[in-house]
């Protein structure tokens, strides 16, 4: 059975530094890359940051130089490392495991207050 377990979430001030941590267990095949995407309220989710088996990282542009993503592919573990926190990063992050299929968490609530 596949599982992805999210942590880290919380509430931060405007400028300040969050870690989430995601772990995918039961998956027997292929990881091609795993990554992050969030969605605020009302809004469509969107794509955050991906490592892929080989160690290339991408982001969205809105936050690029502030969050960092990080993975031990073996240990089918990603993280996300964000700093310089705005209201506009508020939203649920989800983690999300590309193999042939798409393996999504649960999702973590991440709060920046103004």
């Known amino acids: 059975q596949v599982q992805l377990v999210e942590s880290g979430g919380g509430l931060v001030q405007t400028g300040g530094s969050l870690s989430l941590s995601c772990a995918a267990s039961g998956i027997i095949i292929k990881i091609s890359a795993m990554a992050w995407y969030r969605q605020a309220p009302g809004k469509q989710r969107e794509f955050v940051a991906r490592?892929?088996?080989?160690?290339?990282?991408n982001y969205a542009d809105s936050v690029k130089g502030r969050f960092t993503i990080s993975g031990i592919n073996a240990k089918n573990t990603v993280n996300l490392q964000m700093n310089s926190l705005k209201p506009e990063d508020t939203a649920v992050y989800y983690c999300?495991?590309?193999?042939?299929?798409?393996?999504w968490g649960q999702g973590t609530q991440v709060t920046v207050s103004s």
């Open positions: 490592i892929t088996g080989d160690g290339s990282t």
């Open positions: 999300n495991v590309a193999t042939v299929v798409d393996y």
